[in-house]
């Protein structure tokens, strides 16, 4: 461990770029070496981030300015769409934790379906392992190319895979009611996310039609052995950070509340970042900001069968570049806890 | 009209206490005789309340200092369980509109189950009149005693009633995932509501066992013409004022979207206060902030047969002090809207 | 006063249009004939305030669309320096309410200097009546052109004008320490404004160098009876509406503190909207919020001659729109209160 | 290094304590042996800080019940005034750090005069060290007791410091105009800080007689070798964290803006924690959050001879726990950053 990786973060002035940096900066074995932001480009990071001003950092460049030879690991924050076509030009040499949407599906028609046009680099979304730590944890270990999973998607089936692993649950009718903080609309500037439209109030959006349904369907798919549907309802919640995920469920014929909470327990007792609540407390999303944790608690429903499961995280942690780093840990060998034990910062 | 009605309110110094002072302080055939807060009794409302101080109030005294004989109507914005004893001791000449939810369920039972203790004042809760105006306005027009709904109630319900009325949803399998604002708990200092604790995240709470579940459930009982029951789940927004019912329901076989569309326009058409919003547009509570209004939309799900209801008040005013003066409205034969007019305020 | 006047609003998609719109709904003497709109034009009012969507209003139209001839009160909520040239071009028999700076500053190489080019319409300019309504009621009842003053140096000189009048205070040395909620900013869609940028933080900024200050130095200059400079900076907290003003005075020689509570007694003993608050009590933006009122207070400072001035208006009211209907109703000989009696909203 | 220093913090379930957890749990050379926590005794860390329940923590217990005999030293979070009975009391071997106000003040009879009762240990407060690590490192480190500093104090005095020690500015007249997020306050549960009568709004408090003025006034005689007095208003921002001073101060004659910025630099150019901002960079609260850094900047004012100065600090860290432990690694000769060195969180 002689020698530090060397990270190029691409799209490094949106929050998902700052997330990154925060994290990396204490890593003990890693090294920036470049940063890009079209709109930025030419700036020092002081300059679009203020908190990030006093650290030795590289200049934001364009990204055809970057020297990619030297470098190891690419950290990918660009838009949806975009990535695609710019991961699919870098040098092979390079592994690739990918940020956005574009590798997650592995159905090139339901790409096309919600993301209204064709694939641009299927070759590069076959080779792509779907980077949620907890459930891939060996293929990403060899991954050249980590697509990494949304936040919706994160803090939504963590508490599901157990269940529907072991058949305790129904496939069918699972409703995910989620609530997210507004740093994961990213930092697009768009009246809808000015300060005097969200503060003291909340809305909801894409109802039964937020591109994070089939990421989330593919996830329980996976677990389940069987295609499903879900209902997923988001919503816009006046916090910057944080989400919350209510997941309404059925308990198959014959199977029970301690059962379930039983797998939720074996299936993450030793997970260094997903905590089950002990019974009688309720998540909040406060006591995991800021942090790569996830809490989950399960609540019998007062209607007989059903089982309400709620999970939080840090949207811009464990919902993006938080898991970005525990996935670039493991491709690296390092404990796959490194620069992510920050307790939460409360209040 | 030529004479004001004389209103005394009780537990003045509250929320719902400011709020209706707030509400009917422009109101033109109403006059305060009377202002009730046992804490604060001995001060003036401007002590309590410094945005009402430029208004010439009666200052806050202990109920039994009240004078009772010239008043006409009684506010009650006491703590749920010690208003029951309070209003059975009220002079018989006076009409109530009791804010607590000490009257609001039918089934004494059901009361005990939930409240922990026997309702003392069994002839009152049978005489008492459910005040969810565009459901029972012509009980309420002659109430001598009207329960005021609660918000979480009024926000789930006021969607839902149609379709069950008209039988196009089914009875069983309804989820409301609630969000509300924090001055939905009150004023009372606990630590839960610190703005430390509150802001910048958010929790669930009373999962399963929200004392609001009964009295949707008697609502949606009397709609659909059986028993039934529900899942209800709320969560502390942070935000002061503001209420959203996310609401998962399925069409009965043969039923369809359009029907369910049709019910809701239908039974709110006429109504001043409950707007269907076009389709394609989704509610916000910023967009009823202060005012009277609820809006609601209806949204088709991603899973066949499934309709999502959408619906937001503003938990102190519909969901509380708004819909108390709209009752009052009615049993005095006012025009129901008076005073409750204005446009939200956004941002 | 059977008939209504017909008023136009020019910019009515910004938040002080919304919040003429809010405030003129129940006006009884007003009706809205015509609203512009340069982005939004071609889109109903519901389209971009839905919390306006219920009220029957003119679409959103580009300015030369509008029908100028039959109304007979434009409130222009423009931005600066495309409002004189807007403005000049209007028939000459309409009144204008101009919620922009364009008018402000009586001094041309003042306005140059501050605004970075000469003003374009300087016959306008001298015409133009500042509408400090308790400094100038008399010419605003006459005017034609009314100049609504900034919220800045409403909040700022309202304190400060009774002192300098009265000879009270020295003119020299005034520091104004000015707190401001984010919709001051308008509805412009700038990163700076982003939830995520504003909410859980504060900043300062503009600081020596806010166009405001020219424009409270000529108020209070016409207040003390010569010319004057203060030293003024702004912040940015928080919160959608709401502004504080700390203002740090000293005492001239012989004069006392009693003296100068008396004289802000005296000045504002009358007016409906300033309030001088009880000694020990300070004021809070959230008892004013959504309202036209001023609350004041006068602290001794613990260093000798020191009085320290704090005040808070609503930006948006008597800091923009509702001091512009407080003018309007002037204009038209209605109560000057008509429309802008309503308490604050709190909490 | 071998051997961990051994921690007891009392106080914990407050937020200072809740901070020194969160901040120490990381340190390497570091063991918390002991927690205790007058109302929350008996009860684990996870049941008063969720965020914090993942770790392995002493039990919270009653102050008599702890092992001192086997601590090397004690963080004191305790209210003020009770802290110094119980700070003599404890064994002489321990070496303490003071979050509370009770040995800042070095003179009794300003002690007394501010808080309104005799000092109980004025032994131990002629022993105190004043804990601004900047400005008493030396006398820091051989300390035994350190009176760590109170939020106000660090923020407003360090931009003032280097200013007055090379007597660039005036000593009279300085004013700080300081504005605080609501933590500051403490956990204390209080009717002024829930979160509906916060939220949205901004207010001043203890204006021109806030107890943090002797403080720094007490600070500011030092560094200017002659007792001076100062203007303090403080005002209660809605956010749960960060504090920002804006100071206003005169040029002695002859002094210039340039010589201010360069004695600025020079001061802090070698220190770890505080950053001038380059010249047109103004601070934010937010660049700070979370982290011990602090942000300066000067600005010259509009008016002749007048220096603005803006300073930001996160109250919890460097205003209260990350100063303490920084005083805490100098008195064990650590790296005076160890477990002090994370980025601000942003957003």
């Keep these: 461990m002689s020698e530090k990786i060397k990270i190029i973060i691409l799209g490094a002035s949106g929050y998902t770029g700052a997330e990154l940096l925060r994290l990396l900066l204490p890593h003990p074995y890693v090294e920036i070496v470049g940063l890009s932001a079209e709109?930025?480009?030419?700036?020092?990071?002081a300059e679009v981030f203020p908190h990030l001003g006093i650290y030795d950092l590289?200049?934001?460049v364009h990204i055809d300015e970057l020297d990619?030879?030297?470098a190891d690991l690419v950290f990918c924050a660009l838009p949806h769409g975009t990535t695609q076509a710019v991961i699919a030009g870098l040098p092979k040499h390079l592994r690739v934790v990918d940020l956005s949407a574009d590798f997650r599906l592995r159905d090139p028609q339901l790409y096309a379906q919600w993301y209204g046009h064709e694939h641009q680099a299927l070759a590069l979304q076959r080779e792509a392992v779907y980077g949620l730590t907890e459930l891939h944890r060996a293929e990403i270990k060899s991954a050249r190319l980590v697509a990494n999973p949304g936040c919706y998607p994160t803090a939504s089936s963590l508490p599901l895979i157990p269940l529907l692993k072991q058949k305790l649950i129904e496939t069918d009718g699972i409703i995910i009611d989620a609530k997210s903080g507004v740093s994961g609309a990213g930092r697009a500037v768009k009246q809808n996310?000015?300060?005097s439209e969200v503060t003291g109030g909340m809305?909801?959006?894409g109802v039964a039609n937020h591109r994070h349904t089939p990421e989330?369907?593919?996830i329980l798919a996976d677990a389940s052995g069987r295609p499903l549907r879900v209902t997923f309802t988001p919503h816009l919640i006046p916090m910057a950070r944080g989400m919350m995920a209510t997941v309404y469920?059925?308990?198959?014929?014959?199977?029970?509340?301690?059962?379930?909470r039983a797998a939720l327990r074996a299936a993450y007792d030793a997970e260094p970042f997903v905590h089950i609540l002990p019974e009688g407390h309720l998540p909040a999303t406060h006591h995991v900001a800021a942090s790569n944790h996830v809490h989950i608690s399960l609540v019998p429903g007062a209607v007989e069968g059903q089982v309400i499961l709620l999970s939080v995280i840090d949207n811009l942690?464990?919902?993006a570049s938080g898991q970005a780093i525990q996935n670039m840990n493991l491709m690296y060998g390092f404990d796959e806890t490194l620069a992510l034990t920050q307790a939460a910062v409360f209040p």
Excluded at 39 to 45: D, K, L, S, Y
Aim: hydrophobic share 35%.
């Design 39 to 45: 709109r930025n480009a030419g700036h020092r990071v």
């Design 216 to 218: 989330i369907e593919q």
């Design 68 to 70: 990619f030879s030297k």
């Design 249 to 260: 469920t059925r308990l198959r014929p014959g199977k029970t509340v301690a059962e379930a």
């Design 203 to 205: 809305s909801a959006y």
């Design 193 to 195: 996310y000015l300060y």
């Design 58 to 60: 590289p200049a934001l």
């Design 317 to 319: 942690v464990k919902g």
